[in-house]
């Protein structure tokens, strides 16, 4: 019999930025969710991987004096290395500066403009850089500022292709009302339809302005806008639209689930762009789209600025990778925000972990061995009314869990678990083994007391194992338990029947004590400070060190660009009337007639030097923020007024 099909996939992530707790949450949740896929023996297709075009790349590698693949490629790698850390399963990796992805994307681009999908016409409007994203006048904050970040905005004017969104509204509307689950949470979804009634609008999708995209195959000074290249990777992977295209039929056309998930901010992408895309090129909509929060810090969103982003490896070595990956999933009910703080961190370290889970590992462990010297076997009896309660809530919790984490609930489920495991330490209280253990006429019972917590462990492990992967292993190492026990389909309470256990339990996990480890956190963040400057600043200078410049205002007189370089710029540079040749790579930002006739802030007392056989004596001062570089030109400022 075919096996039920599972497709799972992350946002792919933008090469700008590194992974830190925040975004490793969309790759957790869905390992997690491919994980228990596979567990219940789907067969499971896991993607991931790179969005590494657009504007924004092509800056930033300029700012790096490398390629734009050279930088994206080391931004895969470090990613890759991050996955690798927190054992992500992803089955690809894919990243859409690869041939495979760019002859997909190029393709689909034809196919819509074949079809009158897509038609070229003239975009005027604004253009965020950071957010990748066209806005028009109406929907700018203050005349000119980005709606979703804020930042200033620029004023395109150029040829480009549109997308026929309009078109499809009505159509999309139906689909998503006739599909309650399409999109979740409902919250989320209300949004989608309140956006897509207020009128949608022709979407630009293609580029002239800058070169690191995909081309458009007939009209190559276009690039394709990095949303449809990007969104395009979850069929580019499965080899849609190539000679073998038999992912693309096995895990989407007669697939049985697909699952995209994306943080808010990216759902309307997600819920609009895309099923948009796939109505127009004939592609079943198979998918459906899971809309988490955002895990923020106290002060609102973790930014290098603020300095305090958390990453994954500032918790991984001391606290352990379950600690992280069960923290992150627990305590983030599906669409909602959560706030992370250490001392939560901690607190709930010490509680479902050190107390809970922990606790009731090694207090079984340590009986079985003391009462039993290690193997137990299966009692059927019922004793007591705990016998009964302990088995009856194991049986509703199994139930609980998959039908939580089928529907990607996984807080709820694992809530769920959790209840069992406390429950299960309470029954050791309730039935107190210790007094049974007294009494010879009463080994038989105590061995059933034992029994049932071993068998409640081994239910437990095997619900944790998509979210804890490595302590699952280490629990049924220590109970014993053979593979086949293991298995999904052996979530039934009772079908244990003899184990010896480890003769002695390793401790799973150690309490923290709160205070001394979050000292231990402040006095790293103190130590990062001291030796990496925050928001990218050059370290520290005094005033004294700043006092030996020597600033002058020169009137650049004459510029020319080097015949034999990109970067370099020439210029004659008149300072306190003598001329000074200065080189300046800033070729790329400006052309030489522009700074004709400027008066520029020269370092003057620079020691000369050679660059690419030109002299220079001196230095032009420019600045920069995140968007732009400038040359710094002077006012005269006369009697109050400023000319
Ligand atoms: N490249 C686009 C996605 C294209 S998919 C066709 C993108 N990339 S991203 O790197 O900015 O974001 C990747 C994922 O991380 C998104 O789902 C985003 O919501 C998520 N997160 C980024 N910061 C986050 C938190 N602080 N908390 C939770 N998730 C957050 O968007």
């Known amino acids: 019999m075919k096996k039920k099909t599972c497709y799972v996939t992350t946002p792919i992530y933008y090469s700008s930025g590194e992974v830190h707790i925040g975004n490793s949450y969309s790759t957790i949740v869905c390992d997690v969710f491919a994980r228990y896929n596979r567990l219940k023996g789907h067969d499971t297709f896991f993607l991931t991987g790179m969005d590494e075009h ?62 009158d999908d897509i038609y070229l016409g003239v975009y005027e409007g604004n253009y965020c850089v950071p957010c990748e994203s066209f806005f028009p006048k109406s929907k700018l904050v203050d005349g000119n500022l980005c709606p979703d970040c804020h930042r200033p905005t620029t004023v395109v004017k150029e040829e480009t292709y549109f997308l026929r969104l309009k078109k499809y509204e009505k159509q999309l509307l139906q689909f998503i009302k006739e599909n309650p689950d399409f999109i979740q949470p409902e919250s ?108 923020l810090m106290r002060e609102g969103k973790m930014s290098k600025s603020r300095a305090n982003v958390v990453y994954p490896q500032d918790l991984i070595p001391e606290y352990g ?16 925000d959560s706030i992370f703080t250490y001392e939560r961190f901690f607190e709930k370290y010490n509680a479902d972990l050190a107390n809970d889970l922990g606790n009731l590992v090694s207090r079984t ?46 807080q709820d489920g694992l809530n769920a678990v959790w209840e069992l495991i406390s429950r299960a330490n309470k029954y050791i209280d309730e039935t107190t083994p210790w007094i049974l253990s007294k009494d010879e006429t009463r080994k038989e019972e105590l061995e059933n007391v034992l029994y049932r917590l071993v068998e409640v462990l081994r239910l ?83 005033i004294e060190d700043f006092s030996k410049l020597d600033l002058r205002i020169g009137k650049v007189i004459e510029c020319k660009k080097d015949p034999n370089s990109d970067k370099l710029l020439i210029l004659q540079v008149e300072i306190n009337g003598k001329v000074r040749q200065i080189v300046s790579s800033i070729a790329d930002v400006y ?28 230095m032009l001062l420019a600045a920069s923020n995140e968007e732009q570089l400038e040359v ?8 109050g007024t400023v000319d």
Not at 321 to 336: H, I, Q, S, T
Not at 372 to 382: D, E
Not at 598 to 608: E, G, Q, Y
Request: proline content about 3%.
């Open 54 to 115: 657009g504007q924004k790349v092509e800056e930033a590698a300029k700012k790096n004096n490398v390629t734009p693949q050279e930088f994206v490629n080391k931004m895969a790698e470090k990613t890759q290395a991050a996955w690798q850390m927190m054992k992500i399963t992803n089955n690809d990796f894919i990243c859409t500066s690869q041939e495979r992805h760019i002859k997909v994307v190029q393709k689909i681009f034809e196919k819509l403009l074949a079809n």
């Open 188 to 295: 989320r979804r209300n949004e989608v339809i309140s956006f897509i009634e207020q009128g949608l609008e022709d979407l630009s999708v293609s580029r002239t302005t800058f070169k690191w995209g995909v081309p458009v195959l007939s009209n190559p000074k276009h690039v394709v806008y990095v949303w449809i290249d990007a969104l395009s990777n979850y069929l580019s992977a499965l080899g849609y639209l190539t000679d073998d295209d038999s992912l693309y039929q096995n895990y989407w056309v007669n697939g049985d689930e697909v699952v995209h998930v994306v943080g808010k901010d990216i759902l309307r992408f997600h819920a609009v762009y895309w099923p948009i895309m796939l109505m127009a090129l004939g592609v079943p909509i198979k998918f459906k789209l899971y809309a988490h929060g955002w895990w």
């Open 321 to 336: 990778l379950d600690a992280l990956r069960l923290f992150l999933v627990k305590e983030m009910p599906l669409g909602n």
């Open 365 to 410: 462990i340590s009986m079985v061995n003391k009462y039993f010297g290690g193997t137990i076997r299966k009692t059927a009896k019922i004793y007591t009314e705990f016998d009964q309660q302990i088995q009856e809530l194991a049986e509703k919790v199994i139930k609980q869990y998959i039908n939580k984490f089928d529907n990607f609930r996984f």
């Open 460 to 542: 437990v492990a095997i619900m944790i194992s998509p979210v804890m992967v490595d302590t699952c292993e280490t629990i049924f190492n220590q109970l014993g338990i053979s593979n086949e026990l293991q298995q999904f389909d052996t979530l039934k309470f009772g079908l244990l029947n003899t184990t010896t256990v480890v003769s002695k339990a390793e401790v799973l996990f150690k309490r923290l004590e709160i205070e001394k480890e979050l000292a231990k956190i402040e006095k790293a963040k103190e130590k990062e400070k001291e030796t990496t400057p925050t928001d990218n600043f050059k370290p520290e200078i005094t």
């Open 591 to 618: 052309k030489a007639e522009e700074l004709v006739g400027k008066n520029i802030v020269v370092l003057a007392n620079l020691k000369p030097t050679k660059i690419r056989g030109h002299l220079s004596e001196g």
């Open 632 to 639: 710094l030109e002077t006012r005269k400022v006369t009697k």
